[in-house]
Nanobody
């Protein structure tokens, strides 16, 4: 049974930091690229960051470059999103996604709420 379980969300003041985690199980973690998406109220889901299966390649949305860092630990089947210098516009539900295009497999977590507010 495939599971992606996010944790680490919460309420933080502008300028603060949070680290999200996504623990994966039920599939070969290192064979999948991992992504973080987010969806703010009334907006479409957007890609925040991605990392390749072995972690050698990363990509970021322009809005988070220089503030967010995606990483993974394949020994723990976990992907992380370190979020620094948070802004109110970062407020959203953050979702973990695993994707392997070659076999057309994609999995989603249930999401974790991040609220940036004073």
């Amino acid at each position: 049974q495939v599971q992606l379980v996010e944790s680490g969300g919460g309420l933080v003041q502008p300028g603060g930091s949070l680290r999200l985690s996504c623990a994966a199980s039920g599939f070969i973690f290192s064979s999948f690229a991992m992504y973080w998406y987010r969806q703010a109220p009334g907006k479409e889901r957007e890609l925040v960051a991605g990392i390749s299966g072995v972690g050698g390649s990363t990509n970021y949305a322009e809005s988070v470059k220089g503030r967010f860092t995606i990483s993974r630990d394949n020994s723990k089947n976990t992907v992380y999103l370190q979020m620094n210098s948070l802004k109110s516009e970062d407020t959203a539900v953050y979702y973990c996604n695993a994707a392997r295009i070659s076999i057309q497999r994609e999995y989603w977590g249930q999401g974790t709420q991040v609220t940036v507010s004073s």
